[in-house]
């Protein structure tokens, strides 16, 4: 058979698997073809990443994915100079590259990042939608495919890490919460292989730890952690174990809560 017949023919890669629990899929398409810039709030784990992963598949988008952190600065999304077998050469960061080709450009919980980093972004969220990159002398304009998405979650915000106003109104804001209980069944079911029902008491003790989040814990279990417990039972690992090492430990360092906790999983599970 023709190798070109052959290249037509082999399937297109899917997204990756995502359950949408509102209409924040088609509210996304929507932003992105009137060229809007989205804000993703919601608790660790809950799926805001997943979320843009399958988002930039199914728009056919390339993703640049930045991990926000308390060192990031402009110039680590931006660019800088650097030696290059004896020349100083300028080497675009994540957030240029999406400028220049297109794409979506994700900052995962940017309010971790120095807070330089929004001042960069201020003139991609407005009208201008350029880039002014003050080291090359250069002004991108961001091209019709481009598009900025951030995320936060917050429960973690304080007067020293929150965005603030000005910022969080330049952006259109999506809100995730956990799934309703029978769609996150559902979600770790597929994700790790264990049966439905060997997974609803999972899910039913993750409710009611998050039950518990801003009393003894500051933050509830996730979805996330909710899967890696569920992918040790389906691997073999006694459920009692892989309750304590994929829900529990994870979740808090003191003994007299994690003591707490383990009597509610006794409760809900067995």
């Excluded at 450009?105 to 969220?125: G, Q």
Aim: one cysteine or more; charged letters at 20%.
């Amino acid at each position: 058979m023709n190798a070109a017949l052959l290249a037509v023919a082999k399937p297109e890669p899917q997204p990756p698997a995502y359950i949408a629990s509102g209409n924040e899929c088609a509210l996304f398409e929507h932003a992105w073809r009137n060229q809007l810039p989205v804000l993703l709030k919601g608790p660790t784990g809950c799926g805001k990443t997943r979320f843009v992963t399958h988002m930039a598949a199914r728009l056919g988008l390339p993703l640049h994915t930045v991990a926000c952190h308390d060192d990031l600065t402009a110039a680590d999304l931006t660019g800088r100079y650097l030696l290059r077998g004896g020349d100083t050469v300028w080497s675009d960061g994540p957030l240029t590259r999406a400028v220049r080709e297109g794409g979506i450009c994700y900052l995962d919980e940017v309010v971790e990042a120095r807070k330089d980093v929004t001042v960069v972004l201020h003139p991609l969220t407005d009208d201008r939608r350029i880039l002014p990159l003050e080291r090359t002398g250069e002004q991108l304009a961001a091209p019709n495919s481009f598009m900025l998405v951030v995320s936060y979650n917050p429960g973690y915000q304080t007067l020293l890490k929150a965005l603030k106003p000005s910022t969080r109104q330049r952006f259109v804001a999506i809100e995730f919460g956990f799934l309703p209980q029978e769609q996150e069944i559902a979600v770790v079911a597929a994700e790790s292989g264990l049966s439905p029902e060997r997974v609803r008491p999972l899910v039913g003790l993750a409710g009611r730890l998050r039950a518990l989040k801003g009393h003894d814990l500051e933050e509830g279990v996730s979805t996330r952690l909710v899967v890696y417990c569920a992918t040790l039972i389906a691997a073999g690992m006694p459920t009692a174990d892989a309750v304590l090492a994929g829900m529990i430990e994870p979740l808090t360092d003191d003994a007299d809560v994690k003591a707490g906790l383990l009597d509610v999983a006794r409760a809900v599970i067995g």
